[in-house]
């Protein structure tokens, strides 16, 4: 059973909400980080509790919501060993799986439906990772950047 840690902010709340439904009746071991309200909150802490959850356990997923994925993204991007992609479109999300190995899928609410999202979480959730040459791309991210 694969295991998800889900968090949000205020501007992905809604969506979050929906997907751990999504996600439960699916099968899969969901822990949701919150928020457990729509109190404004600031995305980088979600984000980076998904991320430290991750640390620990590697086999698993994190999906993180915003209003648009974008601050999720960039915030998540900024833990070594994180993958974070944000995906608007079912190429994006098969892609990120299968090209780059992502461990994180970023979705914005204020972009994407709640059925495109659920489609595109269960995309990101089946694609396997195709390794070959995108191993050796992959392995770059952790080298040094100056
Ligand atoms: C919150 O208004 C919004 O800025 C945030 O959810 C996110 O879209 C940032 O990238």
């Known amino acids: 059973m694969k295991t998800v840690y889900i968090a949000s902010d205020h501007a992905g709340f809604s ?8 996600l439960v009746e699916k099968g899969y071991a969901v822990h949701d980080l919150g928020p457990a309200d ?3 909150c600031d995305y980088p802490d979600s984000a980076f509790a998904v991320t430290s959850a991750l640390k620990k356990d ?7 919501i915003c209003g648009t994925g974008i601050g999720m993204s960039m915030a998540a991007n900024r833990v070594p060993g994180i993958r974070a992609a944000l995906a608007a479109c079912e190429f994006h999300a098969r892609a990120c799986r299968a090209h780059n190995n992502a461990n ?3 979705l914005g609410e204020r972009v994407t439906g709640p059925g495109v999202a659920a489609d595109l979480a269960d995309i990101f959730l089946n694609t396997d ?5 995108h191993l050796r791309r992959v392995e770059l991210f952790d080298k040094k950047q100056d």
């Open 104 to 106: 994180v899928l970023c």
């Open 38 to 40: 729509t109190a404004r």
């Open 15 to 22: 969506l979050k909400n929906f997907l751990v439904k999504h």
């Open 58 to 64: 590697e086999s698993a997923f994190g999906i993180l």
């Open 129 to 133: 990772f195709e390794g070959g040459r």
